[in-house]
């Protein structure tokens, strides 16, 4: 039988104890769990960071992985613990947006809150739902509870906008997403989304990127352009991304996460 799978993603950092006791409480429940850390580096607060760095990961991992992610600013608030329930795997987690831009790539099919005091520690705190709620949330899951055991199933989660670009009339309407350690702008417009927009490599595009607007090839490369000069490429992330050729873009064009991005194919006069 193969072993249960658990992620973990938080904004907690590594000097506290904080990973440890969410690790105890998982294992304590489920001790078959194997537990793979994400990343505990987010910046603190950083709900879009988190929730780039979550779906850029998860997709990685084997059907039927359970993740758990806790960037929280609002514990302990009326913010809700839920389950989402996708084609892929499951989601554990705060109703704040986190978890969505992961689960609506994979494919929604259920969202449960996380209610029934029998799947959570005897008590819990104020602070710290990442032990007390999620963690215990997590290894009954993959202990073989259902989903829907831990309490009513909900239609109105928290979608931010991150996690929902648009088309309108051939323009495409995201954001700035992350940046990353080269300064690349990575937004939330999928390859599957330029390609519902008719835009391919080799197109030359029109970007307005904040007060911005750029004229630039959708590259196969960084090297299709000169050095120091932007373009827009689908890079790892498998999202369109703003780079600089050998440059910082986010520096150079003065942008950063959040900012607002409009993308549309020049057409050939």
Do not use: W
Not at 107 to 124: F, Q, S, W
Not at 144 to 166: L, N, R, T, W, Y
């Amino acid at each position: 039988m193969q072993r249960p799978i658990i992620t973990l993603l938080s904004d907690f950092g590594l000097k506290d104890p904080y990973v440890a006791e969410m690790k105890a409480v998982i294992l304590s429940i489920c001790r078959e769990a194997l537990i793979i850390d994400i990343s505990h580096e987010v910046e603190k607060f950083n709900i879009r960071m988190g929730a780039f760095v979550l779906a850029q990961a998860a997709h990685y991992f084997p059907e039927g992985t359970i993740h758990v992610a806790v960037v929280d600013p609002g514990v302990g608030t009326a913010r809700r613990a839920i389950i989402i329930e996708t084609k892929r795997g499951l989601y554990v987690g705060p109703d704040n947006g986190l978890l969505m831009l992961a689960a609506e790539n994979d494919g929604i099919g259920h969202i449960y809150e996380i209610a029934n005091p029998k799947y959570m520690l005897k008590r819990v705190s104020r602070t710290f739902h990442g032990r007390d709620i999620f963690s215990p949330a997590a290894a009954y899951l993959a202990a073989g509870v259902a989903p829907h055991m831990f309490g009513p199933e909900i239609h109105d989660p928290v979608k931010p906008s991150f996690s929902s670009p648009e088309i309108h009339d051939g323009m495409i309407l995201g954001e700035i997403i992350h940046v990353d350690g080269f300064g690349n702008l990575i937004t939330n417009i999928s390859e599957k989304m330029l390609k519902s927009a008719e835009i391919s490599e080799r197109d030359i595009l029109h970007i307005r990127l904040g007060k911005k607007h750029l004229r630039i090839r959708l590259a196969s490369s960084y090297e299709d352009v000169g050095i120091n000069t932007p373009l827009a490429i689908v890079g790892g992330t498998g999202f369109l991304e703003i780079s600089v050729n050998r440059g910082n873009a986010s520096e150079i064009l003065g942008a950063r996460a959040g900012f607002p991005v409009e993308v549309k194919k020049i057409k050939d006069k």
